[in-house]
C-alpha cells in the first residue's frame, strides 16, 4: 500500500532529517533541501518534523493512491490537482493536507514560484533505510512505489506562514576561513548581484555573474566544508547544498547562515540573489529567533491537526 510513481517529475527524491553522524567517514548529511517547507507538511499530518517526504524539484509529476492516504503538501507554490475515480478535478492549494483514495491521482504542474515543494503521509514513506535515514539522491522512476500505511485526516490550511521569495531579501553571509586571502572576492560578493546556473542542484548553485579573479594556489589542501559554504572555483562561485561532499578544495571564501540554508533550497534557476555581510553574534541570535519561530508554528499546527 503507498503511492505508485506515474510520472516522477523533473527530479523527485525521498528525503528526511538526513544522516546524521557519518560525516567523519566522508558522508554528507544530505536530507530535505528546504527544512521547514517540509516540516510544515509533515506537522500538518501530524509528523514529527524529520519523517520522510517527497522532495519535488521544479515541476512534481503525477502518483496515484494505492489505499486511502492522509497526505500534505507544503513549499514552493505548485499547481497541484487531485483526479478523482470519475475523473472529476478537485484542486488544491498548498500548503494543506487532503486525503486521496484508493484509485485517485495527485497531478503537481510547475513550481510558479522557488524550487521546491514537499509531500508528506501521515507516519512518513516507509522506504528503506540506509545508516538511519530514508535520504537518496536516485531520482524516482515511473512505476516506484512509496509505501505508506494507510489513514484519513481533515483538510487544514495553515494561514501562517506566508510564503516568502528567496531572493527577495539578501542571503546573510559570515566570513569563510580563506577570506584572509581575498579581500577583493569579498567586497565583490557584497556589492554584485549573481543569477543561479542552470546547472545548480541539490549539490550547489553555480553563480553567475561578472567573472571573479583570484590566483591559485596548487598546493592547497582540501579541508571540511558544510552547506552553504561559498566557493571561488576557478572565477565563478559556488553555493554548496545539502548533498555536498564533505571536504572541499576551492577556497572558501564565505558562509551562508544556518538561517538562510532553507532559502538556498529555494531558489530556481535564473534567480536573482545577493549577499550581505553579519558578524557572528547576529548570525547566532538570528540562528536562536529561528528556531523558536519555528517550534512555535509547528506546535500550533500540529494542536490544530490532533484536534481535527
Not at 555536498?244 to 535564473?270: C, F
Request: charged letters at 20%; zero cysteines; glycine letters at 12%.
Amino acid at each position: 500500500m503507498g503511492l505508485i510513481v506515474i510520472d516522477p517529475g523533473q527530479a523527485a527524491t525521498v528525503q528526511d532529517g538526513g544522516r546524521a553522524g557519518y560525516r567523519h567517514w566522508g558522508v554528507p548529511r544530505g536530507g530535505v533541501f528546504d527544512t521547514f517547507s517540509a516540516g510544515l507538511a509533515n506537522a500538518l499530518v501530524g509528523n514529527p518534523s524529520g519523517s520522510a517526504v517527497v522532495e519535488f524539484t521544479l515541476r512534481g509529476g503525477e502518483y496515484q493512491a494505492e489505499g486511502p492516504l492522509a497526505l500534505a503538501l507544503a513549499g514552493a507554490p505548485m499547481p497541484a490537482r487531485v483526479i478523482e475515480a470519475d475523473s472529476s478535478i478537485r484542486l488544491l492549494e498548498p500548503p494543506t493536507s487532503f486525503v486521496l483514495k484508493p484509485g485517485e491521482r495527485l497531478r503537481l504542474g510547475v513550481a510558479t514560484q522557488g524550487a521546491r515543494t514537499y509531500l508528506a503521509v501521515r507516519g512518513g514513506w516507509q522506504t528503506p533505510l540506509v545508516l538511519g535515514s530514508r535520504s537518496f539522491e536516485t531520482y524516482l522512476r515511473p512505476r516506484d512505489l512509496l509505501p505508506a500505511e494507510p489513514g484519513s485526516i481533515p483538510v487544514h490550511r495553515p494561514r501562517e506562514p506566508a510564503w516568502e521569495i528567496s531572493s527577495d531579501r539578501p542571503f546573510r553571509v559570515l566570513p569563510g576561513p580563506d577570506a584572509a586571502l581575498a579581500s577583493h572576492v569579498l567586497e565583490a560578493l557584497s556589492s554584485r548581484l549573481f543569477h543561479v546556473g542552470s546547472s545548480s542542484n541539490r549539490m550547489g548553485l553555480r553563480l553567475e555573474g561578472e567573472p571573479i579573479e583570484l590566483a591559485s594556489d596548487p598546493s592547497r589542501l582540501s579541508t571540511p566544508v558544510a552547506p552553504g559554504a561559498i566557493q571561488l572555483a576557478g572565477r565563478e562561485l559556488i553555493v554548496l547544498g545539502v548533498a555536498s561532499g564533505t571536504m572541499g578544495g576551492y577556497p572558501h571564501i564565505a558562509q551562508v547562515v544556518t538561517a538562510d540554508l532553507d532559502r538556498l533550497g529555494q531558489l530556481a534557476p535564473g534567480d536573482v540573489l545577493r549577499f550581505a555581510w553579519i558578524t557572528l553574534d547576529e548570525a547566532r541570535r538570528i540562528d536562536r529567533e529561528s528556531r523558536e519561530r519555528r517550534r512555535a508554528i509547528f506546535s500550533r499546527i500540529a494542536m490544530a491537526t490532533r484536534v481535527g
